[in-house]
Structures are given as structure tokens and as C-alpha cells.
């Protein structure tokens, strides 16, 4: 005689081992996508964010260092004819040029005291011959060895920042802010406009020690 009881029990397990249907698959299949899609967007999206986070940092930093060095150049800049490449000395103390193309490509240059050298170690004077340029979308810093440079002597280029499409420089007379030095005086304040390709136009203003 059967008993009732095994004959419940085979029918569960023959239940059991039909497993599951081809609909629930594909909707496990369907909800396993979205959730792996999800996962990934967001995790893509932290990347991308990390990577502006640090791109965006490392700008501001190439900024900041080039502009406290412009500052430290301009608030050191002596009462001394600049001379370029053994040529006779410039009238003026502050020597600006644009004539190579346009005043995309305007260069500065002077002569700046308080160039460090203790004790007098190094075959050189404590003044600078500095001048800013752009070439091709960076803006330089140059500088010699010695304050008066001499014939086929390179200068020491300094690469400050990158993606300028424009530089141009403004001088303040006391008065009113002028595009030229019409005289051989040093300004009191020196401007400088950067045309960025990221961050647009940028002017920052910088106290001279002049003689107006």
C-alpha cells in the first residue's frame, strides 16, 4: 500500500527540479543589466569628476605660480637700461615690442634687481634681465645669466602658462592706464590681459615701484 505522505514529498521535489522559467531569467537578466549600467554611470561619472577635480587644481596651481612670479619681478624692477644680445642699451627702462606680428605676441622686458646670490658665490651680478613673451599659446619667462647679454648668448627660458591665445600689457601712469610708455619712466602699476582657452580673459595688476 502507497502511503499518502511519499507520494506529497515526490511531488515536491518533482516540483523543486523543474527550476526556473524563461521569463524569470530574462527579467533576472534584465534587472542584473540595469543594475550593472547604473553601477558603471555612476562610477564613470567619479572618474570623470576626480579627473576635472585634479585638471581644474593643476590649472589654478600653473596660474597662481606664474603670477606671484610676475609679481616678484615687477615690484624689483630697477632704474637700468636693458641691452639685448650685446647690442647698445634701450632708452627706456621698460622695453615693450609688438612689431614681430601683433599685440597677440607682445613681449616686456626690463631689468630687475634682487636676483639672489649669497655671498657673492656665483661669477654673476645680483640683477636680472627678465622679459615675458608668448610663443605659440605659452607664456615665457626669459632671462640671461648676465645683466647685459652678450653677443649669440641664449637665455634661460621658463615655460609659466599654457593655452594663452592672446597676451597684452597695460601701464598706469598715476592718471589712466595706457597701452605704450610714452616716456622713460617706470609706471606704478603694470596689467597684464591673458586670453585663456579654457578660462577666457584674465587681468591681473601689479604694483610697481615707479617714479611718477
Known sequence: MINPASIVIYQSIKVKANGFTLLEVLLAIAIFS?????????????????????????????????????????????????RFNGEPPLEKFIHTDSSSSTADSQML?????GWTNPGL????????????????????????????????????????????EQLVFEFYDGKKWQKKLENKKIPLAIAIELQLEDYGLIRRQFIVAGDF
Open 34 to 82: 540595469v543594475i550593472s549600467l547604473s553601477s558603471f554611470t555612476l562610477f564613470d561619472t567619479i572618474l570623470n569628476a576626480d579627473k576635472n577635480s585634479q585638471q581644474s587644481s593643476s590649472r589654478q596651481n600653473e596660474l597662481q605660480r606664474a603670477f606671484l612670479l610676475m609679481e616678484r619681478d615687477f615690484l624689483q624692477i630697477a632704474r637700468r637700461s636693458i
Open 121 to 164: 658665490l656665483l661669477p654673476r651680478s645680483n640683477m636680472q634681465s627678465v622679459a615675458y613673451q608668448l610663443n605659440e599659446k605659452t607664456l615665457e619667462r626669459l632671462h640671461f645669466n648676465f645683466v647685459d647679454a652678450v653677443v649669440g648668448q641664449e637665455p634661460k627660458v621658463r615655460p609659466l602658462i599654457t593655452g594663452v
Open 109 to 113: 622686458g626690463f631689468v630687475r634687481s
